[in-house]
């Protein structure tokens, strides 16, 4: 007879309490996971998590009270779970997993890893270091009703990167600053004019109109004469938006004339913008306030205050009121000091509220609640606890499959938002074998990137290309030049004098190979360098579909050159990591902020098609797993009745 602890075998239920297991991430459905994980019977379990507790958390995370908020996440996260389990030895981490202290050997300590995390890079990361270690990894997201869980093993599963995800959305600067036709493109203006005006400038992030858009076509020498914009408010061209904001003391009314009647004016002396556009309506501060009524100054309106949507003055006043307040946050910190934009800071919050919806009415677009703003720039999706809970409880019960040794019986399963034809709300799949392209998990790791070896710098290869499109963390790069020289190294001060030189400088050209190393992550990736002088504007390199079998041949004249740099254009986008800023005048709307994006719809094509995207809910990154079968089509096999992938995290 089976001797059962519980509803354990008697095997099973020693090992759960002999094993230790690593849970990266206490959010939502890190939280769940940890009280499950106790509550099954797992006694040594090791927490990690960076994040502090916030009030937004604790309507989902019912492991912190608001007495929490501000303290460790993981920290608390052990206090509370020790509560349902005393005898537990639970260890908490309040710090990054891509610290280098968590190398290989730090995950070997571990018989299982479960992921609970909340953007593409700290996964990235996971993955590979539990391939390097050999460790099974258990993924999991959840997006609103939607979930998913999957186990990934090296060498029998698909690892976390075997499928390309696409980049994150990104808009032209020359879009963001000088022709915004979206809403979207108005709050992210107001989130870089925040930046601009209050906290760390960045010159990707410049909000005056753009002069060298090249729709433009103008010539700034004979039209200027018909700018008039004030020499007294100050003028885009002779000084940044933060030294002018500064010598006027953050006067809310000269702030709002500069930047949308002097800033707009200017933007009309662009006339080719507007030959095929509706031109942008300047406001007046004076003008408005003159024509506004008395009444207007406390309007009585029904509903919810953030889900209400103000007239333009109400709007002028929340942007006089913000800059007031953040004006005061500014001065208290002293000399030098600087604000972080944060979705739950009520003043920054209505600072791009206000702004984004100014410019909105200036370029004659609906005006949104601060709800909706909040929505939109901060990325959220409304994250729901009982998703969190079934998906935790799906990550212990793929864990116990793992530590019974019966790895082949686990799947892929995914939680629907409504019964599929056969009534299933939870749908598994047979997870899928590794990806001989994979430029992870394959056996000698390759990949063809497409550069301008003239322009492109070695920091560009190192901080854009190699960290944040291929997720490395402290690569080391060596050209295969027959010397071995050094191109990079992750020792400090080594190789820094290279930083600003280009490619084209150390005999890099069209064929040349990097063998690009990462010690922390036991990672090695072969890159094949195509030069190519046809990328679009702000695209500073692009990554090619497949890995060639081998390099192509070096070439000698710039005939040959172009014979490739004319090829086909089907390549990834550059790379917009959620912790980086945006390439050139690229403007990234993607935070890696703890919630995202709006969902997609819950329809699906039928399942005849290999594979479909899903945005992540915390990232708004995007994987690729097996479509989920749509309510139209005939019922097939339970393991191609799939839903879409969303390794997305709470």
Request: proline share 5%.
């Amino acid at each position: 007879m089976v001797q059962l602890v519980g509803s354990l075998r008697k095997e099973l239920a020693d090992s759960l309490s002999s094993c230790k297991v690593l849970v990266v991430g206490a959010g939502g459905i890190g939280c769940e996971l940890l009280k499950n994980l106790v509550l099954t019977g797992f006694k040594n379990i090791d927490v990690i998590d960076l994040d502090t507790i916030d009030v937004s958390n604790l309507n989902r995370q019912f492991l912190f009270q608001k007495k929490h908020v501000g303290k460790s996440k993981a920290q608390v996260a052990q206090e509370s779970a020790l509560q349902f389990c005393p005898s537990a030895n639970i260890t908490a981490y309040h710090d990054s997993i891509m610290n280098p202290d968590y190398n290989v050997e730090f995950f070997r300590k571990f018989m299982l890893v479960m992921n609970a995390l909340d953007n593409r890079a700290a996964r990235n990361h996971v993955n590979r270091m539990c391939l390097a270690a050999d460790i099974p990894l258990i993924e999991s997201g959840t997006a609103g009703y939607l979930g998913q869980v999957t186990v990934i093993k090296k060498g029998m599963t698909e690892c976390y990167e075997c499928q390309p995800k696409p980049a994150q959305k990104t808009f032209p600067g020359c879009t963001i600053r000088n022709t915004p036709s979206e809403p979207i493109h108005c709050i992210v203006w107001a989130k870089y004019l925040f930046n601009q005006l209050f906290g760390e400038e960045d010159a990707d992030q410049e909000v005056s109109p753009d002069t060298a858009d090249p729709e433009a076509a103008w010539n700034p020498e004979d039209t200027a004469a018909r700018a008039t914009a004030s020499e007294q408010d100050g003028d885009i061209r002779r000084v940044s938006t933060k030294e002018w904001a500064r010598s006027t003391g953050y006067d809310p009314v000269k702030l709002f004339n500069k930047l949308f009647k002097d800033d707009i004016m200017y933007l009309l002396t662009m006339d080719k913008l507007w030959k095929k556009r509706k031109a942008p309506a300047p406001l007046d501060w004076q003008q408005l306030e003159n024509s506004a009524h008395p009444q207007e100054e406390s309007p009585a309106t029904s509903g919810l205050k953030d889900q209400q949507v103000l007239d333009v003055w109400g709007y002028c006043r929340l942007f006089r009121h913000s800059v007031e307040t953040l004006r005061a946050q500014l001065q208290e910190k002293g000399e030098g000091a600087e604000l972080v934009w944060d979705k739950d800071d009520p003043p920054a919050m209505d600072f791009v509220t206000a702004a984004a919806n100014l410019r909105m009415n200036i370029f004659s677009m609906n005006m949104k609640s601060r709800f909706d703003v909040k929505s939109m720039a901060g990325n959220i999706i409304p994250a729901i606890a009982t998703t969190n809970a079934v998906i935790a409880g799906l990550i212990v019960l793929e864990g116990l499959k793992i530590l019974s040794g019966e790895l082949e019986s686990c799947r892929t399963i995914f939680l629907n938002k409504c019964p599929n034809l056969r009534k299933k709300l939870l749908v598994p799949c047979i997870l899928d074998k590794p990806s001989p392209n994979c430029y992870v998990c394959a056996s000698k790791p390759e990949v063809t990137v497409k550069v301008n070896v003239q322009k492109t710098t070695v920091l560009c290869l190192q901080d854009k290309i190699l960290k944040e499109r291929f997720g490395m963390v402290a690569p080391d790069v060596q050209i295969e030049d027959g010397k071995g020289t050094i191109l990079i190294s992750s020792e400090e001060g080594e190789t820094e004098t290279n930083n600003n030189k280009f490619l084209s400088d150390f005999g890099i050209r069209n064929g040349s190979r990097l063998q690009s190393d990462d010690f922390l992550q036991d990672y090695t990736l072969l890159i094949n360098v195509l030069h190519t002088e046809e990328l679009e504007r702000d695209v500073e390199f692009e990554v090619v579909g497949e890995a060639p079998d081998k390099a192509p041949p070096p070439q000698t004249n710039q005939e040959e050159v172009n014979s490739i740099t004319n090829g086909n254009k089907d390549s990834a986008q550059p790379s917009t990591s959620s912790k980086a800023a945006a390439d050139d005048d690229d403007i990234m709307i993607v935070d890696s902020d703890e919630e995202v994006g709006a969902p997609s719809s819950s329809a699906a094509p039928p399942s005849a098609t290999k594979r479909k995207h899903r945005e992540d809910s915390e990232t708004g990154e995007t994987s690729t797993k097996r479509p989920r079968t749509d309510q139209s089509a005939a019922a097939t096999a339970a393991d191609n009745d799939d839903d879409d992938d969303i390794i997305a995290l709470d």
